[in-house]
């Protein structure tokens, strides 16, 4: 129970909370962990919100001709599953990218939970409208940005949301393979390994199976994009 209410503290948008609404929270919970490449849920099939503590998740749907299309990328702090309305069911999968660990809770529960706890429910209705302010921004790009810029704006996204400071470099801790980068940015995957490996010989990045380091200021990587 201790580590429940521990993790549970760790997520962005219940960090306000009381010790006893935190309390309250994690009776409900449960706890569970995920390997690398392994389902946390198939589209349509979670009935319940994940609270991510450790790892990252990525969330992908699948046209019809089967090809697989990456939404979004979280990290440790996040909220994923089914945390809006009745009869609004997730379309995606989620999968996890390395060792993950999650608490989760029906969705039923976490309605009831929010229902008495107002201040909350503004604060998901302000998180949900910045997640679709990442989505427009993300359809704008790859629809009107070329290959390169597409996948310079998606490595400063994930510095700005997920990096942290080492020295004066900032270090994504994602595990994200170019193939999954080229899913994120609609490139293929020749073009993304071109990329990379043309700003690490620029000096703006560096990268490995399990990081991305943006060296130095981020206005560096930013400034590499395209002149349109």
């Not at 997920?162 to 393979?177: F, Y």
Request: hydrophobic share 40%; charged share 30%; net charge neutral.
């Amino acid at each position: 129970m201790e580590d429940k209410i521990w993790y549970l503290k760790q997520i962005n948008i219940l960090v306000d909370l009381t010790k006893d609404q935190i309390m309250s929270l994690g009776m409900q919970c449960a706890m569970n962990k995920y390997k690398k490449g392994d389902a946390v849920y198939f589209p349509g099939d979670s009935k319940n919100i994940y609270f991510l503590k450790i790892g990252s998740i990525k969330l992908s749907s699948h046209t019809e001709d089967g090809k697989e299309v990456i939404s979004e990328v979280l990290t440790a702090g996040e909220i994923f599953g089914k945390y809006l309305g009745e009869g609004i069911q997730p379309q995606e999968e989620a999968t996890a990218l390395d060792e993950v660990m999650v608490c989760y809770m029906p969705f039923e529960k976490w309605r009831e939970f929010v229902q008495i706890n107002t201040a909350l429910n503004v604060k998901i209705f302000k998180w949900v409208g910045f997640r679709i302010m990442r989505l427009e921004r993300k359809l704008e790009r790859l629809y009107f940005k070329d290959s390169k810029t597409k996948v310079i704006e998606l490595l400063v996204d994930l510095s700005q949301r997920l990096g942290k400071k080492a020295g004066t470099d900032t270090l994504i801790n994602v595990s994200l393979t170019h193939e999954e980068i080229a899913k994120l940015t609609d490139t293929g995957r020749q073009g993304v390994t071109t990329i990379l490996n043309n700003l690490r010989e620029d000096g703006v990045i560096d990268y490995d199976r399990n990081k991305i380091v943006i060296k130095g200021d981020r206005i560096n990587l930013a400034n590499a994009v395209p002149a349109q």
